[in-house]
């Protein structure tokens, strides 16, 4: 596969799950119809998609239609934003912008962004159970994938994270800490996208954990790939942006490790990553994606 | 069914449903342990359990064993709880107290409260998904009652109820849209819950539709007594309440119809709910349960 082929697949997952997100909110003229507005701002606000392109693309390697992961690729969007809606408002980070462009609450209103959020996972669970899904790849995977991320976004998952990290704000955390709060964070959600995406194709349980394993550390060398990446004065782009102005205030793998070591745990992760994939075949946009994650420059 | 044969079973849906509920948070020392206590401290700070007590009844009435209804009782309550939450938060009704206790985010600061409601949203999908259920009532039953919840629990539901209530608010509305307001809001999840009993049962469409007439009926009578006793200075207790100081500048019921005509409107929606019970054997239960609930006191 060239590079060219790479970014075309690439581009080509970001187009149908852009398409297919819009159709699942509508646009009707509701009551409620700014909750509906505040729900397609933000969801269509931008962003890389890596979550829904890991649901697709492991859907695919693992044999199955790519039509069929695509309301868990939404689903799982779905909830990704809203946690970046909740995590803008006041009482989280307070940040008036996501992405360049005014954060949920500064555009709608503290109230509708919360509702906002909280109707996205809503959104989430009712896109991930319906019933046509259920015709295309039969109840057993309709319930292990949705399950998988009602697990993943919960306390034990982001939720989670988002706790440890509030937690640990002011306070020197020690590295079990820290990757506990990122494989969390945003871990959880990553590992969920890619053990869906074999779901929704029926894969057994040998691929399932590879996936697992392999997401598990992309979104680890991604993090510290952020805070790299922060060291050098730009933003985290994960979704989950720390303020330059905070670097050194803040815990990071960095702060911890420092530069050489975090780079060269980013180079162990992915390799690993990448080893996991031995259990599919055709298997290289999937290592292509771990090591452009891992070598990307903002 | 005498009076107390009626309120010994109510007690004991109440008891069965508070043990199950503690069940489904752990208490186990991780490091997000706050937000498992905020949960807990919100799940269990009182209520009257009525969404889960339909998912039981329902599902006995319908031939059902009720340990089967529990987790989705617990699911339905979890969405309640979280909604609540939210709703006191700051940037909605800023409620110091809920039940006469201090609300989870003065507990608990806001940011642990915004977390433990989504964190609630996650469990409910993840309690009603668990292989435990499949294994009870089947993919099938699971799904429909799991989806229910997704939906009433929405944008297009619970949520979108909230974003309308937000918006008249100062404003004179008509009846039109409060009762739209109030479907949604406090409805749409009444109606889930009879729905979701039924549901777990495996009972056909007429029986599911029947229950959803009945709590829908249910629920609106419940919101006009709430408003005929906030008139008389009381407070609500259906988990949304009015202050009685903003009375006069809220739209309700009596302040539309006046407290005659929201009284009888009462007794036609009680009627009617009672007479959809007939395709239910042993219905008197839920008879007593809509008549109760229209000449409560408090």
């Known amino acids: 596969m060239t590079v ?13 799950v852009n398409d297919a997100l819009l159709k699942y909110i509508p646009s009707n003229d509701v009551r409620q119809k700014q909750v509906f507005e505040a729900m397609r701002y933000s969801v ?17 390697v ?5 039509e069929n992961a695509l309301p868990f690729a939404c689903a799982i969007e779905f909830v990704h934003t809203y946690s970046l809606i909740h995590d803008d408002l006041p009482c989280m980070d307070n940040a008036e912008l996501r992405r360049g462009k005014p954060s949920c609450h500064i555009k709608f209103g503290e109230a509708t962004a919360l509702l906002a959020g909280d ?14 899904n259920i015709d295309k790849i039969g109840y057993y995977n309709v319930i292990r994938a949705t399950g998988e991320l009602a697990k993943a976004s919960g306390a034990e998952g982001m939720v989670g994270g988002q706790v440890i990290d509030l937690d ?23 590992i969920a996208a890619a053990k869906m995406g074999c ?35 730009d933003t985290s782009t994960l979704g989950k942006p720390t303020g330059s102005d905070d670097v050194n205030n803040k815990n990071t ?23 996991f994939l031995k259990v599919f075949d055709d298997n290289t946009f999937l290592a292509m994606l771990a090591e452009k994650l891992a070598k990307r420059d903002r």
Do not use: W
């Open 253 to 275: 793998y960095v702060s911890l490790l420092g530069i050489q070591k975090s780079k060269e745990m980013v180079e162990k992760l992915t390799d690993e990553a990448i080893d």
């Open 168 to 190: 640990s704000v002011g306070k020197q955390i020690d590295l079990d800490t820290l990757e506990d709060m990122h494989k969390k964070k945003t871990g959880a959600m990553i």
């Open 119 to 132: 109707a996205l996972l809503s959104l989430a669970f009712e896109t991930a159970l319906c019933n046509n």
């Open 62 to 66: 693992c044999g199955g239609d790519i």
């Open 199 to 233: 779901m929704v194709a029926g894969a057994d349980g040998q691929k399932i954990n590879a996936a697992g394993e392999y997401a598990k550390r992309i979104g680890l060398a991604f993090q510290i790939v952020d805070d790299l990446l922060d060291t050098q004065g």
């Open 44 to 60: 269509m606000a931008g962003g890389k998609r890596i979550r829904p392109v890991l649901v697709l693309e492991f859907c695919r």
């Open 4 to 16: 060219n082929e790479f970014n075309e697949r690439l581009d080509n997952y970001g187009k149908i």
